[in-house]
């Protein structure tokens, strides 16, 4: 354990108390980017290309639709996938230029359609990730996600073969503690494409909303006082690794006392976070901050006008405890 960083046990057998009875209302998966009418190998695609750019995007928004971040990714990998659109297609993409396939994703990341008003930023990197993707499936997978899923034999670790070791060739997936690749294991198990032999080796996933509500609830807390006035005054870092790390093992104690696997402990707090505990906590303001809340859209709740949380998280009782911020980093591991 990083002597910058610890975990506080306790405090994480509490939150998974509250967490252990929760469950997902039925709809959640059944949504568009899940049940969306294609082939199986469109829609691993879709699944793939959009965990793999899924990293950093405060700016990615429309409002139109009342969408920000990982919702305007699903919703235009959905459109795509129902489409058949080529940009589904390792074929055409590698035909592409960085240039020309920014070009072409600009107006679907524009709520107006026009490329000048596309609030997806560093598409240059996106682009690159979306090609390498492209040309490693065309060489190696005869083009297909499928074939890469075969060769796993269902398996996230397997000397070599396994799902988490046959992504790591791509560019966009090489995070060592996997957030990506879980991202897309999450999707395409959920859609019922994949069924994992070996969940003992998923990887939880580890995001900045997640650290950010760890940490304002009390289950991590920083030991370094550098390192906790960082956070709080939301300076720049040279690593998040110490805070990540962390967070990766409260989030495998809390998912065992709570009974729930990863992508279930995922979907809970990377919801709560992003909705309830962002900018402006619902324990301090009475109100979510986002309009529908995601954490009331995905769990069976009767209401939502107070945080279930607040009796027991650090962060509703103390001010000192809701003045964290997640590691701000330079990355494009989430």
Known sequence: MSN???VIIQQCELIAESLRPLRFRAEHYNRPF?????????????????SAICHQTHTLINRKKNLKGW???????????????PLLDPEYITGRTVEELKDELKPLFSEDGKPENCTLDRLDERSEFIIDISKILKNKYDGKVTNLIIKSDGLLLNKGTGIYELLEEFQAFKDPLKKKSTVFLQLAANAGLLKIKDLESLEPV????????LLRMGCIQALDENLKSALINRETLT????????????????GKLAQKDFFEMDEMLWSLARSCCHEKPLCEFGTCAKNPCTFFTFM???????????????GAKNESYRKYWQPIVETNYY
């Open 4 to 6: 910058k960083v610890g």
């Open 34 to 50: 899940l049940a969306f009418k294609s082939d199986d190998e469109t829609k691993l695609r879709a699944y793939l290309f959009s």
């Open 71 to 85: 919702g305007c990714l699903e919703d235009v990998y959905t459109q795509l996938g129902e489409t058949n659109s």
């Open 206 to 213: 580890m995001d900045y909303h997640m650290q950010r509500i």
């Open 239 to 254: 690593t998040d690794v110490d805070v990540r790390c962390a967070a990766v093992e409260a989030v495998r104690l809390m």
């Open 300 to 314: 069976e709740l009767d209401e939502h006008n107070h945080c279930i949380f607040a009796d027991i998280c650090r």
